[in-house]
């Protein structure tokens, strides 16, 4: 049973657009979440993350929302830039035992295209 | 460097070989996490290590697999009778503590069964 889910396998955007890509969790334990950016043979590479005691975090062009009503988060990346195509995992952490534990969506590949 | 490093980056071996991965952590790093990353899937925690303890095991997929840490540094991920279905991309992360997060990535181990 998926306790984080991707449910868009790619996404397409034109550069310079906002690209914006959801997540959504089953677990109300959790409650710091983090996005991860994949290129093709390389790790995962930590891009932001949010607590659950915030609705929202900004870094530069990438902005995380959280939703916990609705258990869902979302990264927009604004403006898209050719550079930001990769795969991108969602991953959550929850509290008490097994807190070091990340749980990992299966990723939305994002394209970006010129 | 100063990332999480991994040997082999590639490793192909026949059924019912043992293989040995290896990670190196970065450098005063106390907590080490071992995940795989199966095709089309995210990726699946398989082991933590706190120092040379290993206080979840849960996570391996079976008795095959075993791991190790010495000196609070690196880590060697086992996996004896290899079977096709251990094909994956096998993921090394370490953070300060295991609190404190993110985790930071290797880009990983590709193993295949042949």
């Known amino acids: 049973d998926q306790q984080v889910k991707q449910n868009s396998p790619s996404l397409s955007v034109q550069e310079g657009r906002i690209s914006i890509l959801n997540c959504d969790y089953t677990n109300s334990m959790f409650d710091y979440f983090l996005w991860y950016k994949k290129y093709p043979a390389e790790g995962p590479t930590f891009l932001i993350s949010i607590s659950s005691i915030k609705d929202k975090n900004e870094d530069g062009r990438f902005t995380v929302f959280l939703n916990k009503s609705a258990k869902h988060l979302s990264l927009h990346i604004v403006p898209s830039q050719p550079g930001d195509s990769a795969v991108y995992f969602c991953a959550a952490r929850h509290s008490g035992a097994g807190s070091y534990q990340l749980t990992f969506g299966k990723g939305t590949k994002l394209s970006v295209i010129p | 460097g100063a990332g999480v490093s991994q040997s082999p980056s590639n490793k192909v071996t026949e059924k019912g070989k043992d293989v040995e991965l290896r990670c190196d952590p970065i450098s005063g790093h106390t907590a080490l996490y071992w995940y795989r990353q199966s095709l089309g899937q995210g990726l699946e925690f398989l082991i933590y290590?706190?120092?040379?303890?290993?206080?979840?095991k849960s996570g391996l997929p079976s008795d095959r697999f075993s791991a190790e840490r010495t000196g609070g540094s690196v880590s060697t991920l086992t996996i004896q009778r290899t079977q096709q279905e251990d094909s994956a991309v096998y993921l090394c992360?370490?953070?300060?503590?295991?609190?404190?997060?993110?985790?930071?990535f290797g880009d990983g181990t590709r193993l295949s069964i042949l």
């Open positions: 992360a370490s953070s300060p503590d295991s609190n404190n997060q993110p985790q930071h």
């Open positions: 290590f706190q120092g040379n303890s290993a206080p979840d």
